[in-house]
Every structure is written in C-alpha cells, then in structure tokens.
C-alpha cells in the first residue's frame, strides 16, 4: 500500500500551517510598528540606541549575557516585575522594533534588564557597573555572577596615570601594584553604555488603552455582603 | 479584533480547514489506506528475524559467546 | 515456534544462516558512514559533557576557572548546549535515521562512501561553529548560537543525509511504510525547513522587533518536537518490537500518535514566550497546542507500555532494551510536564527558572540521549559483527546516567519551583505563607537555589561516569579484532524464558 503521497501531504501540511500561523501572521501582523511621538516629551518612541551602546549590545552578545538575563518586563497581575522595580510598566511589542537583535531571554539567574538604565544611571550607575564586573562581590555579595575581570586592563603607568583609570571606584583589596593602574577595555566601556542606556520609554496611545489592567479591590469588597447574604 | 473578522474570515476558514480535513480522511478511506492497519506492525519481521525471537541478548549472561558460527 | 526455538539453541542447524545476507548486506552498506557519524557523535558527546560540568560548577562557584574569558559562563554553557545538540545528538540521529532507513525500506545505502563527505562536512561545519562560539562569534540566539559563517556547511551537509535517506526510502523493495519510516521522513523533511526559515528570519535577514521571538521558539520548540522527537520514537517504534521480538500493541494507535504529533506539536513552541512582549492569542494558541499534545503522548505511552507488558522481564537481559524503555518512559513523563508548564498559572512560577533546564534536560536527555545510547548498543555490534566487549560497562553507564539524570531533574525542578514562588513572592498577604521564600532579593532567591545548583553539579559528575564507561566500551569495541569468519554479530545466547515469550 504506498500511502506516501498522503503522509507527505500531511508533514507539509503540519509545519505549512504554524509557520502560517506564529510566523507569517505574526510578521505581516506587526512587523512594520512605527515609533510613536510624545507630545510631552516631544521626541519619538522608542528611541535608537547610541552608537557606543550599540556596539556594547554586541559584547552583551557574545559574552552570552542572554542566558541568565531577561530583557522583558511582565505586566500588572502576572509575576511581580513591577514591584521588584523591573520597570514601571510591562513591556509591548513596539519597544523592541529598532533592535537589530532582540534578547527576550528566558532566564532569570540574575533579575531583568529592560530598565537597568533607569536603575543605575549617570556616573553613580557607571561606577556600580565597574564594580560589579570587576567583582560582583563587591556590589552584591553571594552573587553568582562570574568575574568581567578581562574586561579590564593593568597595565602600568606611563607617565602620567590616565584619566580614564578606574582603581579609585574599588575596594582595597582589589588595587593593582604600585605603579600601576587599572582601566576598562573599549568592549568594557561600550558594554556599560549599553547598559546605562536600557530603559523603556513612554507608552504610545495604541498600548496604553490596550493594556490589561488587573481590577482592583473595592470590586471585591462590593460583591462579599452579597456572598454574605 | 473586529466582530466581523470572526464571522467572515476567521469561521469560513476554520470550516473550510476542517471540511478539508473530512475529505482528505474520506478520500484516504476510499482509498482502502486505513485498511489493514494493524498488519503494519508486522513488516519489521521477516523469515531471518521472526516474531517471537529476542533479538538483543547481552546483559547478565553467565556463559560466554560461543566462538564458531554466526549469531544474532 | 519449536523450529525459531532450535535454530537459536544451535545455530549450526540454523536454516537462516543463508538467509541472513539481505539484513547484514543492508547493515553492511551503512558502515562508514553510520561509524563515522556514530564516533564523532561519542567524541562530541564527550566535549559537550566537559563544558557542561564547567558550566554547572561556575553556577555555584563563580571564581572557577573565572578569569578565562572563552570560558565565562555564557559561552561555556553555549559550548555545551551546541556541542551536545548539534554534535552529539543530530550526528547520533543521523547515523540511526540512516541505518533504520536502510534497514526498514530494505534497500542498501548506495554509494555511502559519498555520504562520508556529508558526514566530514556536518563535523567541519560543528567545529567552525563551536569555535566561532568561543571567540566570541555567538549569536546568541538560543539554540541557533553557531556564527552564520558556519550555516552554509552545515546545510550542505545535511543536504546529503536528507538526500540519501529518502533515497534510499524511495528505491526500497519494502512494500509497506512502518510508522518509524513515517517519523523519520517527517522528521528529515521537517528540520531543514525549520533551520532554514530561522537562519533567514533570524541571521541572514532579520525580522523586526519580537517577531524575532516568535521565530526563535518556534525553530527551537520545534528542533526537539519535529526532529528529535520524531528520530527518537522511530527508534522506539522499531527496537522496541524488534528487540522483544513481538509486533507493537496496536499500530493504529501508534499512527494515531504520528497525526496528533504532525498537527499539535508545531505551535507549542510559543508557550516559551508566556506572558512576554508578543500578541496574547498566538500565546493562547500555543498554551492549547501544548495541552493537546497530551493525545499523542498518552497514546504513544500506552502503546509503548501494552507492548511492553508480559516483557519486562526481558529488561535484565537486554541493554538496547533498557534505554529504550527507560527513555520512553521519560518521554511521557516530559511530554505531560511540558504540557502543565505551558498553563499560565504554572508558567508564571516556573518560566524564567531552572525548571525549564530541568525540563530541557528531562527531555533531550533522559529521553532522547538514551533512546540513542540503546539505538547505539544495537546497531553497532550488527555493522562491526561483533559483540560489546564488557556487559558491565554498559550496565555502569546505564546505572549512572539513569541515576544521575533522575537526580538532576528533579533537584533542577525542586529547585526552580522555590526559584519561582520566591520570585513572585515580594510582598502581600501570601509573603506570610512561606517566611524561607517571602521577600527575598534576587541575592536571596540565588541562596535559595544554590544547594540544588550543586546537586546538579554532582549529577552532572554522575552522568560523566556513565559517559567514560560507554567511550571506553565504544572505542574497545573498535580497536578488538573481529571473530574470524563472522557473518553476524556474536551475540550472547538468548535467555531461554524470553525465547519462548511470544
């Protein structure tokens, strides 16, 4: 009995139909999302990354940051993203639609990422991420997070100690020799660019009125003398 | 989604999905291919390896392998 | 009955000593390629066992081996996942895909020769891609990590398989379709589709936005559902029956399982997305295909189970037997648990934790990896003619994978599922519940987990013994010389209680 015709007509039905449905549907679906202009702010959403955090987005990849490091925040009334401070608001499909890469992840050895730059920001923000990549000890003691100790450089001063040095922001224990001094890698700088510069912005108009939002209390308080009776 | 989306696209396509599914099971029924199924099961035997006869025998034997004479 | 009976008691007599040529031509037309794709899958196997015990201990003691930048965890832990996917599984299911396509269309593998240069290809293609990771080349996407520079040679690699085992299906002299024929052609029909439409959308020329995510886990979801899945319970299908001698319990229901499988498998990928950045009814559609996929497992499970039933004693005896039961025990067992991660409440504790490792673990592993260690303990001895030299090495490997993957599943899971209530435990009424999980950091929730990271690292030891025992065998198997004059693998005597079993 040769039923091949019929059991390849099936396999190609099979993957023809959810590749239609998750891939096709969903990239004519919403693919092309525009960024959205704030009044308030008067600049457009999502902005583009710079090009020193583009170049760190990379780094972020290749050091595999990915798998221990989520970069999407869930919304109101599923996990708690929002209370741990993961962000202010859960994340939509239009945040993401000028990276090149998206890193969704789906893995939280460490917490979420999306709005790290809203966590550690400015020169402080600068200063926590060169200690925690020095040694995550430093900052979060009982960290699992390896050591980025090659993303810096000892090397010894010449003439004048640079600028750009860094053993200042660390402990004691983790000054180099005399004589020298400790500096961060170019892929270490680009790399704490990136992560200064996660951070959502505000929600276009399309989001706002779409998202769910969990009901609230007094609902329940209206309909338990109800129950009572 | 607009309710009229369900009613004209989304339902027609579900119903042609499905009638498409009942032809093809008729069709294959007609066909005489879901005859005889359960004879399929047997084709992975043959006069060399018949049914009833383990095949793979190598843990826990006390005597060694005979040294003449083809096995299997 | 009486007349199988004498011919496996004295084999001098046997009337099929002729007639044996057609299956050992056709198992003899497979042996360079299946042995090659079979050594470098042992040797990948190895590797990516040595990246996964890096991996693991930098876990929980993060200063090991910490300043070694190509060994930082993300990469290390890419190793692994690459090294034992596309090194030790797939060239592991090419070399069954091939020998059980041979062997069930009747037909010899034809010039196989040239198969050999599919077979270098595929391992060039492992390597390039392997140290692309290491330098830093990653993409990482999961599971499509390899650089792009290492796709096109794997294509073309795995175009020559694709190529040869339907060949080989089409020119076979076997009138019938077994339902493993059914899998495998599924399966080698399904992944390069799958690879493709992911390198395109995803490196070559990327979707925009999450889209990407969509295409990510549906390419990835699908690699275990329509290609692993699929070889794996082909060589359920045929060893099974094969190995017990006695047709599977009902060949309806197993091609029940092949249908519900095609359709429902496919769109389950999306669950990995749960309560992201991606529409709410693709999420939908994928937490239900999911929950169907309960149909094809039941129903494969029982068919294995009835098959099985009045046979077990047959376990002690032989060790293709043993993994293979063993492996599709856990492939319902994984399969059900997969379909309750994908229900929101459930995903909302374990998403995002070490119980999806489990989960990973519990499937490629204790599933899918012991169906092709027992494929291996028979297909071997049948090209090689000759048997495995130490039964009690293969008993070791048995024992400390079967034990050590069992540990590692459940630790992982126990462990992700305090990982997760901890999680979602900041504050509230339910913080008072369980003081240990309530209102921890994420430094917190990291003490909670790490006994079970170790516990993970000592199976993970465990599992390593079980591996040195089956190279050790693997290569001593190689290196010993043939009986004289064999024909046949030398198998042990048959058990005489299983002889008569029917």
């Known amino acids: 009995m040769n039923r091949a015709p019929l059991i390849f007509l099936g396999i190609f039905f099979a993957i023809a139909f959810s590749w239609t449905g998750i891939v096709l549907t969903n990239h004519l679906g919403y693919a092309k999302l525009q960024p959205v202009f704030n009044e308030d702010e008067g600049k457009a959403f999502p902005q583009r990354l710079p090009g020193e955090a583009i170049r760190g987005k990379e780094v972020y990849r290749d050091l595999g940051c990915v798998y221990c490091h989520t970069q999407q925040v869930r919304h109101a009334g599923y996990g708690v993203d929002l209370e741990r401070g993961w962000g202010e608001r859960g994340s939509v499909a239009r945040d993401y639609i000028h990276e090149k890469r998206v890193y969704l992840g789906t893995m939280r050895t460490g917490p979420d990422l999306r709005n790290v730059g809203a966590r550690f920001a400015g020169e402080g923000g600068r200063d926590w991420h060169i200690q925690h990549f020095y040694d995550a000890q430093i900052t979060s003691k009982g960290s699992i997070m390896p050591n980025y100790r090659f993303l810096f450089e000892t090397r010894p001063i010449v003439g004048e100690p640079s600028p750009k040095a860094v053993q200042s922001k660390l402990p004691p224990q983790y000054q180099p020799p005399a004589g020298h001094e400790i500096v961060l890698t170019q892929r270490g700088e680009d790399l704490i660019a990136y992560l200064l510069a996660l951070k959502d912005g505000p929600l276009g108009p399309d989001e706002t009125s779409r998202l769910y939002v969990p009901k609230e209390e007094p609902k329940k308080e209206a309909s338990q003398p109800e129950a009572a009776k | 989604m607009p309710e009229w989306f369900l009613y004209f696209v989304a339902l027609p396509m579900a119903m042609l999905i499905v009638a498409s599914a009942v032809y093809g099971l008729y069709w294959a029924s007609k066909k005489g291919q879901l005859q005889d199924l359960e004879e399929g099961a047997k084709v992975i035997f043959d006069d060399e390896e018949p049914i009833g006869r383990p095949t793979d025998q190598t843990l826990h034997q006390t005597k060694p392998a005979p040294k003449s004479g083809p096995r299997f | 009955m009486s007349a199988t009976l004498t011919a496996s008691l004295n084999p001098a007599s046997s009337p099929d000593v002729a007639q044996r040529a057609e299956l050992s031509a056709i198992d003899a037309s497979t042996k360079a390629p299946a042995l090659y794709f079979l050594g470098s899958s042992v040797l990948w196997l190895i590797v990516g066992t040595v990246f996964a015990l890096i991996a693991s201990f930098k876990m929980h003691s993060p200063t090991f081996l910490g300043d070694i930048e190509w060994l930082t965890f993300g990469r290390a832990r890419t190793l692994h996942l690459n090294a034992v996917i596309y090194g030790w599984s797939v060239n592991a299911s090419f070399a069954v895909a091939l020998w059980l396509m041979a062997r069930l269309s009747r037909a010899e593998l034809r010039h196989a020769g040239l198969l050999l240069i599919a077979a270098i290809f595929w391992n060039v293609g492992v390597t390039v891609g392997m140290v692309g990771i290491a330098i830093g080349h990653s993409t990482s996407i999961e599971w499509l990590e390899f650089p792009a520079y290492a796709t096109p040679i794997l294509f073309f690699a795995y175009a020559f398989v694709g190529a040869w085992a339907v060949a080989t299906f089409r020119f076979g002299r076997s009138k019938h379709i077994y339902v493993s024929q059914w899998y495998l052609l599924a399966a080698l029909f399904w992944f390069p589709s799958l690879y493709g439409v992911a390198q395109v959308m995803l490196v070559f020329e990327p979707t925009r936005g999450t889209v990407q995510a969509l295409v990510n886990w549906w390419f990835a979801h699908n690699v275990l559902g329509l290609w692993f899945t699929p070889i794996g319970l082909a060589a359920i299908y045929y060893f099974l029956p094969k190995v017990l001698g006695k047709p599977i319990n009902s060949y309806y229901l197993s091609v029940l399982g092949f249908w519900s499988l095609a359709i429902f498998y496919n769109w389950a990928g999306v669950h990995h997305l749960i309560g992201g950045p991606v529409p709410v009814w693709v999420q939908t559609a994928g937490i239900a295909a999911s929950f169907m996929m309960v149909v094809p497992v039941i129903v494969t499970g029982l068919n294995q189970h009835l098959t099985l039933v009045g046979s077990a004693s047959a376990l002690k005896y032989s060790p293709t037997l043993r993994f293979i039961v063993f492996g599709g025990v856990n492939y319902t067992l994984t399969s059900l648990a997969g379909s309750l991660m994908s229900m929101r409440s459930w995903a909302e504790i374990t998403h995002f934790t070490h ?12 599933f899918f990896t012991m169906v092709m260690f027992g494929s291996i303990y028979y297909i071997l001895p049948r090209i090689l003619l000759k048997e495995w030299p130490s039964a009690k090495l293969i008993s070791l490997h048995f024992w400390a994978t079967a034990i050590g993957i069992t540990i590692y599943v459940v630790g992982l899971s126990l462990g992700g599922i305090l990982q997760g209530i901890a999680t979602n435990m900041t504050h509230g009424p339910d913080a008072s519940i369980i003081p240990y999980l309530s209102n921890a950091d994420v430094k917190g929730i990291i003490e909670i987990t790490l006994p079970y990271l170790q516990v993970r690292s000592y199976s993970g030891v465990l599992i390593t013994i079980g591996h040195l025992a089956f190279a050790v065998n693997f290569v001593w198997m190689l290196v010993q010389p043939r009986p004289v004059g064999a024909t046949a693998p030398t198998l042990f005597r048959p058990a005489p209680d299983l002889e008569a079993a029917r």
Do not use: I, N, R, S
């Open chain 3, 355 to 366: 119980y999806t490792v489990g989960h990973a673990h519990h499937g490629m592993y204790a």
